[in-house]
T-cell receptor, first 114, second 119 residues
Framework: DGGITQSPKYLFRKEGQNVTLSCEQN?????MYWYRQDPGQGLRLIYYSQIVNDFQKGDIAEGYSVSREKKESFPLTVTSAQKNPTAFYLCASRHTGGVSTEAFFGQGTRLTVV | AQTVTQSQPEMSVQEAETVTLSCTYDTSENNYYLFWYKQPPSRQMILVIR??????QNATENRFSVNFQKAAKSFSLKISDSQLGDTAMYFC????????????????FGKGTKLSVIP
């Protein structure tokens, strides 16, 4: 089945460790996005990418890094520089052939840093 | 930077009644796109409805319709004949073309409105 897969669903890490969240899509979408969701904050954009080997910072990129080496993959690394990493992370992708096409979302990763 | 404001953190509606969720946005762009997404307790984001800014006609999808007021930068969602399955967080989203790098579309969300449908 086509879709976006985020793994793992739940992730626990110790403070000070870097951690990488996986996002894979088989929809042949060019654009991919990472959002962070906190209670009462909605979805805040971390990074987004239009094509392979290119990405832009969103509104809250500090403490995060991404790569886009393959069209279908857009992993997000939460570094030790991120002061409050515990959150729900959502990955999305969209087809860029039509400008009004919607974004499709994965099921999210809940990251807890202890 | 554009912002999306949803002024109602929580709302409730009786089953079978109609409810309207508000959304305003701030932009200097003329061409952009607006969406309403639903996030049920499963946390899966689901598209409810979309609107292109260049279209004057309000979008409609079954029981869901929008009131798009471009001059006022307002994009409200009306849910008719509310059902228990409509209970969810609803997010308004704004997308515009970013004129940098390879060129891309930035998608920005509001903080959401938690809607409860009461039996």
């Amino acid at each position: 089945d086509g879709g976006i897969t985020q793994s793992p669903k739940y992730l626990f890490r110790k403070e000070g460790q870097n951690v990488t969240l996986s996002c894979e899509q088989n929809l042949n979408h060019d654009a991919m996005y990472w959002y962070r969701q906190d209670p009462g904050q909605g979805l805040r954009l971390i990074y987004y990418s239009q094509i392979v080997n290119d990405f832009q910072k969103g509104d809250i990129a500090e403490g995060y890094s991404v790569s886009r080496e393959k069209k279908e993959s857009f992993p997000l690394t939460v570094t030790s520089a991120q002061k409050n990493p515990t959150a729900f992370y959502l990955c999305a992708s969209r087809h860029t052939g039509g400008v009004s096409t919607e974004a499709f979302f994965g099921q999210g990763t809940r990251l807890t840093v202890v | 930077a554009q912002t999306v404001t949803q002024s109602q953190p929580e709302m409730s509606v009786q089953e079978a009644e109609t409810v309207t969720l508000s959304c305003t946005y701030d932009t200097s762009e003329n061409n952009y796109y607006l969406f309403w997404y639903k996030q049920p307790p499963s946390r899966q984001m689901i598209l409810v409805i979309r609107q292109e800014a260049y279209k004057q006609q309000n979008a409609t999808e079954n029981r869901f319709s929008v009131n798009f007021q471009k001059a006022a930068k307002s994009f409200s969602l009306k849910i008719s004949d509310s059902q228990l399955g409509d209970t969810a967080m609803y997010f308004c989203a704004f997308m515009k073309h970013v004129h940098s790098g390879a060129g891309s579309y930035q998608l920005t969300f509001g903080k959401g409105t938690k809607l409860s449908v009461i039996p």
